[in-house]
């Protein structure tokens, strides 16, 4: 842990840079015990990563420090890796976009980011506006099981834009 610090921030705990990281590096991989039931009303229920389609994990501490943004910094790609998707300076907080990493209708929070042109909302991949899914998508910027659930129904039917089901 010592490239990331959990440090006070506008939500109440965040995580942040104790270094610099340049695009495309690496800064942590998320763990944590897997759930089966994401809306259980637990105060937790908000801090889930999905892992595909029914399935769920608490991320252990740092990961679980991670807050969202509507202009994020780092990207969950692949599996359960976080990295820049630009350079971020120490001392930043790092933050992705929540709703690059859900596929489950009808979840929803409110965002508390507080970046110009903020959706006001945080929710599933699904609802993101068309273009943002385009560019998440063309930037690798999405975990496997978005990017290819999307792939499929591309392939299964050329005639559907991205975003469209």
Known sequence: MADVFIGSCNVGLGLFAARAFGAGERILDFEGP?????????????NLLQLDVGRYMLPNPPGLFVNHSCAPNAALVGGLSLVATRPIAAYEEVRFDYSTSMLEDPWQMECAC????????????????????????????????????????????????????
């Open 34 to 46: 897997e759930r089966s039931d994401p809306r259980d009303g637990s105060p937790a229920e908000c």
């Open 114 to 165: 507080g970046e110009p042109g903020c959706r006001g909302v945080v929710e599933e991949f699904g609802l993101l506006p068309r273009d943002d899914q385009r560019r998440f998508l063309a930037a690798g910027h999405v975990p496997d099981f978005i990017a290819e659930r999307y792939a499929r129904a591309r392939h299964e039917d050329p005639a559907i834009a991205v975003g469209a089901w």
